[in-house]
């Protein structure tokens, strides 16, 4: 298995455009998970699915940030418009009931300018 | 979720035993500790995990007293490759299924 995949690994924008990240779980994980890491507030997550529906969106910053899972296999992570204090490397995880531990993709380093 | 204490950084040398502590005193009954080791620019990724006594794994010990109010996690003999921040956390064991909370972690520096 690949792993968890993440798409793009770097991102630059400018303010006010939207971005969008990408993420596929490794096959088989019901549970996948979007965690946001700065310098100033460390590893904090945004939201997470169980079986392609969101249980708890508490750390989605604002109504900017959206993400879906429109099947077991894909999720995406919207922010519209973009600021320059989005800019941050976005990580999603997967796991599935088997396991104790999540498995983190490469993450996408995201640059608003 | 017990609130975990470790050191911001420690520095080593190739070949040596490192050792990071962690300090939850206020962890539950049912509170697993779990370790994730993060390279610079990759995820973080579980790398050992505990309730008491010892544990250990191709990759590292963990140590865990009576009282569960610390714990150690033990590096034997390191390599440059070792470099990377080290993340203690005190979870139910079906964390893996709800989300993570990560706090600053240690920032092991290991030089040749």
């Known amino acids: 298995d690949a792993g968890v995949i993440q798409s793009p690994r770097h991102e630059v924008t400018e303010m006010g455009q939207e971005v969008t990240l990408r993420c596929k779980p490794i096959?088989?994980?019901?549970?996948l998970f979007w965690y946001r890491q700065t310098m100033m507030r460390g590893l904090e997550l945004l939201i997470y699915?169980?079986?392609?529906?969101?249980?708890?969106d508490s750390g989605m910053p604002e109504d900017r940030f959206s993400a879906k899972m429109p099947n077991a296999s894909f999720s995406t992570l919207k922010i519209q418009p973009s600021e320059p204090r989005d800019s941050a490397v976005y990580f999603c995880a997967g796991t599935s009931s088997q396991y104790n531990e999540q498995f983190f993709g490469p993450g996408t380093r995201l640059t608003v300018l | 979720l017990a609130k975990t204490t470790q050191p911001i950084s420690m520095d080593s040398y190739e070949g040596q035993e490192v050792n990071i502590t962690c300090s939850h005193n206020?962890?539950?009954?049912?509170?697993?500790i779990t370790w994730y080791q993060q390279f610079p620019s990759q995820g973080p990724r579980f790398i050992i995990q505990?309730?008491?006594t010892k544990v250990t794994n191709e990759v590292a010990s963990l140590f865990i007293p009576a009282d569960r109010k610390s714990s150690t996690l033990s590096l034997p003999r390191v390599s440059l490759s070792d470099t990377a921040v080290y993340y203690c956390l005190a979870i139910k064991r079906d964390t893996g299924r709800r989300a993570l909370t990560f706090g600053s972690g240690t920032r092991l520096q290991v030089q040749p």
């Open positions: 699915f169980n079986n392609n529906v969101p249980i708890d």
């Open positions: 505990g309730y008491k």
């Open positions: 096959s088989g994980h019901d549970y």
């Open positions: 206020n962890i539950a009954t049912n509170d697993y």
